[in-house]
Each structure stands twice: as structure tokens, then as C-alpha cells.
């Protein structure tokens, strides 16, 4: 009898694929306001440190607030240890500083994204990341978010002024696989990852080098574990065209 697949070994929940999210400092998030509150508030904080968070690229922030909350978010670039920060519609329009949407002004780089006034921020927090404020109109605050398109957000969406730090990161090349190695361990991503074509028929349903052995490589839903590899129900054989948005 062979040894399970590696599908079949991840799925069970082992230790081995598993996340270390033990060590992770914290999520990053808003504090929680009351979103029309804070449409007219202005709330004075200080950020207390700069924190390393395994498994992210940008530094987190933490803030604490005059009236007694705390909070970690992804830091924008510019911001430092004892920097004054305000949070509110009210507030000033500088980086580090935490708006409602609708008080931006347009043209102004701006992440840490609510998606819904009050989920905490969801948009734009990877490293580098950013959106464009593009205008105000009845429907909400038009943005031009990281991947080129255009959103209309609520204007009780909370936004951080500025770009997230840690912009460069991704065009350092690794040049040691134990690096990628470890980053990989600490996202809990698949690590190395080998096509099922490169194995031997044995240990993955794809394997083989033989020609008369290929097979599609789109699988249902249903597909029992061992076999539910590949492509999964896909509505198309293989990858899609790039579309430019404009």
C-alpha cells in the first residue's frame, strides 16, 4: 500500500501544513467607531511602536487613542514611533492620519480601505499597496483601487492616508532557497510546489512522463480526496486571457 498524496496528507490538518499563526502579533484593523460618529469626529492617538508580524510584508502600527482604544494597522510609509495621528472625518488630511472617504480629497493616495463602514479595513493593506480617491458623487467615493479598477465605496468607509510601507519589498530576488523557505512556512503556503506531471504515476493521479498517460486535468467537486487535484471545476480547460482594464 503507498503513502497518501500530499492533497490527502494537507487536508488532514497536520501540523506540518499548518500555519504558525501562534506567533502573529495581531490583526490589522480599525479601532471600533460607530461609522456616522466618526464621520464628525476627530480623535487624537500616538503611534506606540512599529511591530515585525511573521507571515506580512509591512510593519504593523500600533496606535493608541485618547480615549483609551488601541489598534494595529498596516503602517503607511512615512509614519514613526510618537507620531501624532488622528482618526475621524475632522482630521487633517496627512499621512498616518485615518479619515471617512467621503472627507478625502481627490487625488490623494490613500489604504487600509473599509469595503463597509465598519468591517475594519480590508482594501489595499499589502505592502506597497495604495488606492486613488478619483471623485465624490451621490452613489459614494469613486477610488481607483491597486488593480486598476474603479470602486464606488460608502462615504463612512474609513481610509489611512498614504502609501503602505515596505513598497520595494517584492523586487528584492530571494537568492537562497531557505529564505523563500521560511516565508513560505510562515504564510503556511505550499512549499516547494511540484506539478503532479513531474511525479510518478504512484503518488499523484497526473503523474507519468508518458504521453498516452495524459489526462484532463479539470476535476469535480465530488472527486474523492486523492483524486480532487488540478483544476477544480473549472469552467474553462486551462488559464484565461489577460484582459486590460482601463
Known sequence: MGKRIRVQRRGRGGSTYRASTHKR?????????????AFNANINGVIKSLLHDPGRGAPLALIKFENGQTCHIASPEGTFEGQQVQLGGNASPEIGNILSLGRIPEGVLV???????????KLAKSSGAYATV????????????????????????????GVIAASGRTEKPFLKAGEKFHLMKAKGHKYPRTSGRKMV????PYGSSKRSARRTTTTSHGAPPG???????ARGPGQKKKRVIR
Open 134 to 161: 478619483v471623485g465624490h458623487t451621490p452613489q459614494g467615493t469613486l477610488i481607483r483601487l491597486p488593480s486598476g479598477r474603479t470602486r464606488y465605496i460608502n462615504d463612512y468607509c474609513m481610509a489611512t492616508i
Open 201 to 204: 504515476p504512484a503518488v499523484h
Open 25 to 37: 502579533v495581531a490583526p490589522a484593523q480599525y479601532p471600533v467607531v460607530a461609522p456616522k460618529e
Open 227 to 233: 483524486q480532487k487535484v488540478g483544476l477544480i471545476a
Open 111 to 121: 489604504c487600509n480601505i473599509e469595503l463597509r463602514p465598519g468591517d475594519r479595513g
